[in-house]
């Protein structure tokens, strides 16, 4: 993953402006305004000119108010702000200075399209032309034509990206699976997502009653002393009427997924997990043959949404992750009694800056979550989850289970699946590498985040999935996606 700090400060700022602004009532009066606060000129600070550099903040200003940066809007939740992506160029082969502006001109021999053409110095691969087949790159002898792969469309793991005649990258909303990896591998930042901070701070200032809910994934990500209870505090100083723990959310599905899997395994049937909606969406547009595969218990974001509304049926729900798709899942998958509205960790951070709240470290109190819960943030964290939780009911059944990690190993587990080749009886889809903490929006790395991780999971009560579920009412709602 591409990271740099000027993209990522930029980012935050912007989503701070619009926050501090919304708190105040006065967004709609000086939205205009934070363009020139963050651009005061009179000197660019990274693109030709400041008055690209402010349209930029403009376009980034929109999708923190949840809008497309133009005009046009697809509804998806992933966008390109075509004023930042400008500068990669348009044709992926390039003739580099290695060129001998040989005799033979193998590359322009290669090329069928006529595409290629003799210069004074070194042969000219014309981009309007070139069908980027690669025979020329191929062709040459000196290995003097290179290709250059754009970072967006390189990342994307299932070809939704592309780029029209002016170099402007384009998302295609009926392949992208929202899963973000292109946000942070754009090193001109010229991906984001839309936002629902305006929103929330509206839900917060109406005086309803809004809940946290907070992803199994966040444990780790700000250090070993910023506990659950951590956020709880914070989020109840910033307004909120209470605060959640989602790996609960895992234990729920944990359970009525062992169900599932327990009545599919005594019928031969393959299922895959719902529990990552970049996957989900991975087998609904890319493997709609399998769509039935897909395991009917929801999402431990979900999960909890439904309890919390079932005790509470004026509830707003907000859930805090590492994940885009999440925003997806509220977006696109429309599944009833869902979360209201997602924010990333850098959204909710800037909602907290706002209101001048920090996350301060507190005793790791007050678990509502098994050990099984916590880890389904991790790759294979849901198999073990099911497996537990079979084992506690006495299922009698010992499945074996394909544990997809990352994006790759999704399609392959899937093309297996579709071709009645996997040898595997389910499938734990996680569209991040190393599972949740490896999400776009993570505050740290997984590798980094681990060892925290680690040792606040440790410290839960060390209850099984099921003893920890009888202290909640799972009769007074549906764990079923529909």
Not at 55 to 62: A, D, L, P, S
Not at 139 to 155: D, E, Q, T, V, W
Not at 313 to 330: D, L, Q, Y
Not at 374 to 393: D, H, P, Y
Request: with cysteine.
């Amino acid at each position: 993953m591409y990271a740099d700090g000027n993209v990522i400060k930029i980012k935050h700022e912007v989503l701070y402006e619009v926050a501090k602004l919304a708190f105040d009532g006065e967004l709609e009066e000086k939205r205009d305004h934070i363009a020139m606060k963050l651009i005061p000129g009179p000197t660019p600070q990274f693109r030709c000119c400041i008055y690209k550099e402010r349209e930029i903040i403009r376009q980034r200003v929109r999708l923190a108010e949840g809008k497309a940066p133009g005009t046009e809007d697809d509804g998806n939740v992933l966008q390109v702000i075509s004023s930042a992506c400008e500068d990669c160029p348009i044709s992926s082969y390039t003739v580099t200075e290695n060129c001998q502006n040989c005799i033979g001109k193998a590359c322009i021999n290669a090329c069928k399209f006529g595409a290629i053409a003799p210069g004074h110095y070194r042969s000219h691969i014309d981009a309007s032309k070139c069908k980027e087949c690669g025979k020329c790159a191929q062709a040459c002898p000196y290995n003097a034509i290179a290709h250059l792969k754009r970072p967006c469309k390189f990342s994307c793991p299932v070809d939704a990206i592309t780029y029209n005649e002016y170099g402007i990258s384009v998302i295609d909303k009926e392949k992208c699976i929202r899963c973000g990896k292109c946000i942070h591998s754009c090193p001109f930042g010229a991906i984001g997502s839309k936002t629902f901070i305006v929103d929330v701070i509206e839900a917060l200032k109406s005086g309803k009653r809004v809940y946290a809910m907070a992803a199994p994934a966040t444990e780790g990500q700000f250090g070993e002393d910023i506990t659950m209870a951590s956020w709880k505090n914070a989020m109840l100083k910033l307004g909120f009427e209470d605060f959640y723990d989602v790996g609960l959310g895992g234990d729920m599905t944990a359970a009525y997924e062992a169900e599932e899997w327990t009545e599919a395994y005594a019928q031969g049937k393959k299922k895959v997990t719902s529990c990552c909606p970049a996957f989900v969406n991975m087998v609904r547009l890319h493997y709609p043959q399998l769509a039935d595969c897909v395991s009917t218990t929801v999402s431990p974001m979900c999960a909890v949404s439904r309890l919390i509304k079932a005790r509470d049926p004026e509830a707003v729900t907000v859930f805090i992750g590492p994940c885009i798709a999440k925003k997806s899942e509220v977006v696109d998958q429309k599944i009833p009694g869902n979360a209201d509205y997602v924010l990333t960790y850098s959204e909710i951070r800037a909602i907290m800056r706002a209101k001048d709240i920090q996350l301060e470290p507190s005793p790791n109190e007050g678990q509502i979550a098994s050990t099984y819960g916590k880890r389904f943030a991790n790759s294979g964290g849901v198999t073990a989850a099911v497996l537990q939780s079979m084992k506690e009911a006495d299922a009698g059944a010992e499945p074996k289970v394909c544990r997809a990690n990352g994006a790759a190993e999704c399609k392959k587990a899937l093309l297996l699946l579709r071709a009645a080749r996997l040898p595997e009886d389910f499938v734990e889809g996680m569209a991040c590498e190393g599972g949740c903490v490896g999400g776009p929006s993570a505050f740290k790395d997984a590798v980094s985040a681990k060892k925290n991780r680690d040792a606040l999971i440790a410290q839960a009560d060390g209850r099984g999935i099921h003893e920890n579920l009888d202290r909640y009412e799972m009769d007074r709602f549906s764990m079923h996606r529909e």
